[in-house]
């Protein structure tokens, strides 16, 4: 990740239907993840984008 990003974990369910499995890649700005959809069995990936740092307080 660049300098100064913020990229915090993915919760292991996202929107009560996306269990987060596994991380698969790390890029410059965000990081992919693998994951089922519980709603219709697929396996996804869900890409988590890195937020940029705060500008003051």
Do not use: C, S
């Not at 100064?4 to 790390?26: C, M, N, Q, W």
């Not at 700005?29 to 307080?57: C, E, M, S």
Request: net charge negative; aromatic share 8%; no cysteine.
């Amino acid at each position: 990740m660049p300098h100064g990003t913020v990229t915090p974990e993915p919760p292991d369910l996202i929107d009560d239907r996306f269990e987060v499995l596994e991380l698969l890649a790390v890029g410059g700005f965000a990081r992919v993840y693998l994951a089922q959809d519980r709603t219709t069995d697929h396996t996804v990936a869900i890409k988590w984008l890195a937020l940029p740092p705060k500008n003051g307080p």
